[in-house]
């Protein structure tokens, strides 16, 4: 089995191709190059180097605990105002987080 398989067991999403950066969604959350969450009402904060995101969802892939990349920032997700588990039938799939604060980390190279 292979490295990504033994990591992603189960994990049809997160074991789809590597997306490379040029070719990233605005909207989407990535680690290892592969779209982990989907984002609402980004809000870009300079001065305090933190992106602010009224939501994420579908982020059922999303290790909270590890970089990941949004747009040409590399991120680490400090605070979760919310979090919840929506159901199958719902609009936005999968783990829900509301009132996300993520560090600027830095920027990806192009």
């Not at 990504?4 to 969604?25: D, F, I, K, L, M």
């Not at 009402?41 to 602010?52: F, P, Q, S, T, Y």
């Not at 290790?63 to 920032?73: G, I, R, V």
């Not at 159901?87 to 560090?103: C, N, W």
């Amino acid at each position: 089995m292979s490295e990504q398989r033994q990591t992603n067991a189960g994990n049809t999403q997160a074991a789809s191709q590597y997306v490379p950066a040029t070719a990233r969604e605005q909207d989407a959350i990535y680690q290892n190059g592969k779209r982990v969450a989907t984002v609402l009402n980004a809000e870009l904060d300079w001065e305090a180097k933190e992106i602010r995101f009224g939501e994420v969802y579908d982020s059922d892939f999303l290790m909270l605990p590890d970089e990941c990349e949004f747009q040409k920032y590399k991120i680490l997700i400090q605070r979760i105002a919310y979090a919840t588990k929506v159901e199958k039938s719902a609009v936005h799939k999968g783990r829900t987080l509301r009132g996300v604060v993520a560090d600027i980390l830095g920027c990806l190279e192009q």
